[in-house]
Structure formats: C-alpha cells, structure tokens
C-alpha cells in the first residue's frame, strides 16, 4: 500500500490540525520572521516615518544641584526662539549631567558621568556648557574645551559682558583668552542650576552650529 504524502496527509486535516501541524514543524521560521518584521519596521519608523529630532543647539548643565524640571521648562522656552520652520525637525535640547560635590557621591556613577560627558563633548553634540567655576577652568585649562568668545560675540556683546568674563590661559595659549562667562546671578540658569557657588557658562570649542549657539546666548543675557 502506497504511502501517503504529507501533502495528502495536510489536506485531509481539520482547521485546528493543520494551524498545529504548522506550528509544530515551522514555528521557529515563524518567530524569527515575525521578529525580523518588527526590527525592519521599527528601523523604518525610524529613518522615513518618525525621525528622532536632529539638534538645533544643545545646552548642557553640569552639576550636582541641578533641576530637571526647570531645564525641561528652558527647553520649551527655547525651541520656539531659536527653531525656524526652514530648520525642518530640529529642536533645542537642555541637558542636565549629575556630577556630586567634592567627591562625596558615588565615585563610579561620577565618572560615568564625566566620560558621557566628555564622549558628547568629542562627537561635537554639545554647544553650551553651564558649570561649576572650579570645573570650567580645569575643563578650559587642560582640556582646551571651550572656545574664545571673541570669536562668536559681536562687539555689543562683548562690550555688555565684559565685567562678567572669566579669562584663563589654556594649555596651548600664549596669552589670556576670554573662555567664560559668569551666570551665577542669572535668572534663567538660576531656574536649572540651584548652587550656592560660582557657576560659568561656556561654548564648546568644537560647535557646529554657531548661529544657533549665538542666538541661545543672547537669550539668555536678554539680547535677543
């Protein structure tokens, strides 16, 4: 007697037999294509449909008193401001890094704090910086972080500013250079940075988008 195929064996099955003979004999083709389904989708939402927003200029606080709400509230302050509809999707971003005070908080978490910090600071993602003094010079010292702000301020600016810059001689400078700005008694830092110390406020020497970065730092002294 000839044997019957498994083709003939499939059509002489009910509906739930044949759903379980599937199941039984495909399901792992099934769940890695199903899988790979929603990978490729979600990298299309991704890349066409939903774009992640690109930055327009990013603003970053540094510090152990440090308020999420009120960077969120400067952020949506901002984005209007500086955001043009010829920007397409961009938006401002207001970042805060937790960093403890005087070594008293968990050394591990500092420094992953501090090599996020600087990875950001290297890939150019960063404009404006808002820290402790202490940690700007040794930023601006060493490091040469931060740019001269006679190469981004116009003269009215730096004109207006000039009682409150902060002057350092880098590592690579043959003189002093004007590197900071002090905001401690600024209102709109005052709504993110709640400190008892000095705080500055500094544009990363490697910027990308220096209109943007111009626009936020008039803002923020009321020039704009």
Avoid: C
């Amino acid at each position: 007697m000839q044997k019957k195929t498994n083709k003939a064996k499939f059509q002489e099955m009910n509906g739930k037999e044949k759903r379980e003979y599937i199941w039984e004999y495909y399901k792992l083709h099934i769940i890695f294509g199903a899988i790979g389904l929603f990978i490729i989708g979600s990298l299309m939402n991704t890349w066409f449909i939903n774009p992640p927003p690109k930055t327009a200029v990013h603003v970053v606080f540094l510090g152990s008193g440090i308020s999420a709400d009120g960077a969120e509230n400067l952020e949506k302050e901002l984005n209007p401001l500086i955001v043009t509809e010829e920007m397409g999707n961009k938006k401002v971003f207001v970042s805060t890094y937790y960093l403890s005070s005087d070594g008293t908080g968990d050394p591990q978490l500092d420094m992953a704090t501090q090599t996020k910090f600087m990875a950001n600071i290297s890939a150019s993602e960063l404009d404006i910086l808002v820290l402790d003094e202490l940690e700007f010079k040794a930023l601006a010292e060493t490091q040469q972080t931060f740019l001269p702000l006679d190469q981004i301020l116009p003269e009215d600016m730096l004109a207006s500013l000039e009682d409150k810059f902060i002057r350092l001689k880098g590592e690579e400078d043959t003189e002093e250079q004007i590197y900071g700005i002090d905001v401690t008694d600024n209102t709109k830092v005052k709504s993110v940075a709640i400190s008892e110390g000095k705080l500055t406020m500094g544009v990363v020497v490697n910027t990308q988008r220096r209109e943007e970065t111009l626009k936020t730092l008039k803002w923020f002294f009321g020039m704009d």
